[in-house]
Antibody
Framework: EVQLVESGGGLVQPGGSLRLSCAASGFTFSDHYMDWVRQAPGKGLEWVGRTRKKANSYTTEYAASVKGRFTISRDDSKNSLYLQMNSLKTEDTAVYYC???????????WGQGTLVTVSS | DIQMTQSPSSLSASVGDRVTITCRASQGINNYLAWFQQKPGKAPKSLIYAASSLQSGVPPKFSGSGSETDFTLTISSLQPEDSATYYCQQYHSYPITFGQGTRLEIK
């Protein structure tokens, strides 16, 4: 059974940093691109970014709203995906989901999400 | 960026009804279109990809169609558990973008 479990969320002050993790199981993690998506309270879904797999040099893509502040990485040996968030702003407050990418295209599985609150 | 516009923003239907949600892309995206269902307080669930292909385990009461700029999600034989917000998403080009969502209420 495919499982994605996010962790690392919490309360952080504006300008601070936080690192989210997504632990994957039930599939060959290294074979898949992986994405982060977020959802501000009461709002819609916003794509954050993507990491490709080793065969694609682990290259990444980011939304303009987070580029230069957020970094996506992965550790295939630990079946884990990460989101390093720096220079956090109040508008980064959201539930953050990791999602598995199917055949380098659409998502198929999502994690349950972890809440990040940026507030003083 | 490709803008995704869903209509209606919300709708109400009865048990047993069939409903259709529309998603329009601001430019052609071939068939790189997915649909998701999200219930309150839960993670999104993937329903459809490539405009019309059902994700594994999704019942055939959900169906999708369309190409390039105009797409539809149809849900037949509505049940109370279909009450949710539905999102479309394009994955044709970066940044990946979502529609604003359609809230479906079952009367």
């Amino acid at each position: 059974e495919v499982q994605l479990v996010e962790s690392g969320g919490g309360l952080v002050q504006p300008g601070g940093s936080l690192r989210l993790s997504c632990a994957a199981s039930g599939f060959t993690f290294s074979d898949h691109y992986m994405d982060w998506v977020r959802q501000a309270p009461g709002k819609g879904l916003e794509w954050v970014g993507r990491t490709r797999k080793k065969a694609n040099s682990y290259t990444t893509e980011y939304a303009a709203s987070v580029k230069g502040r957020f970094t996506i990485s992965r550790d295939d040996s630990k079946n884990s995906l990460y989101l390093q968030m720096n220079s956090l702003k109040t508008e980064d407050t959201a539930v953050y989901y990791c999602a598995r990418v199917l055949n380098e295209g659409p998502f198929d599985y999502w994690g349950q999400g972890t809440l990040v609150t940026v507030s003083s | 960026d490709i803008q995704m516009t869903q209509s209606p923003s919300s709708l109400s239907a009865s048990v047993g009804d069939r409903v259709t949600i529309t998603c329009r892309a601001s430019q052609g995206i071939n068939n790189y279109l997915a649909w998701f269902q999200q219930k309150p307080g839960k993670a999104p669930k993937s329903l459809i990809y490539a405009a019309s292909s059902l994700q594994s385990g999704v019942p055939p009461k959900f169906s999708g169609s369309g190409s390039e700029t105009d797409f539809t999600l149809t849900i037949s034989s509505l049940q109370p558990e279909d009450s949710a917000t539905y999102y479309c998403q394009q994955y044709h080009s970066y940044p990946i973008t979502f529609g604003q969502g359609t809230r479906l209420e079952i009367k």
